[in-house]
């Protein structure tokens, strides 16, 4: 399933770094999203954009994930000719992450 299906997502700017936040829709899914998606697969989601390194921040109590993308928005808002030097689109590319379910309650719905 793609991870829209589960979770939505903010974005923020500062500087050359974007930070995306991954929020579960469900507290009970959290588990699932912390698993899936790693820093790793969103550099990697996001190769050729990304020239920094990826950070990912854990908020268990909020049901969300937070990365901090160096490098992600061609020299910033005030410096990029970029159409959106703000990075807001994203966070809508980061739900196109495909998470796996592999829990026998899913695999049987």
Do not use: W
């Not at 979770?7 to 959290?30: E, L, P, W, Y």
């Not at 994930?65 to 807001?88: C, E, Y």
């Amino acid at each position: 399933m793609r991870l829209r299906e589960i979770a939505h997502s903010r974005t923020g700017d500062k500087g050359d770094t974007s930070n995306i936040s991954v929020i579960a829709f469900d507290q009970n899914d959290f588990a699932l999203i912390a698993r899936e998606v790693t820093a790793d697969r969103v550099n990697e989601h996001f190769k050729g954009l990304v020239t920094g390194e990826v950070l990912r921040y854990e908020l268990p109590q909020l049901g969300a994930l937070n990365f901090v993308m160096r490098g992600a928005l061609r020299g910033g808002v005030t410096r990029s000719l970029a159409l959106d030097a703000h990075g807001k689109c994203l966070g809508s590319a980061i739900l196109d992450l495909e998470v796996y379910d592999t829990t026998a309650e899913h695999l049987a719905g």
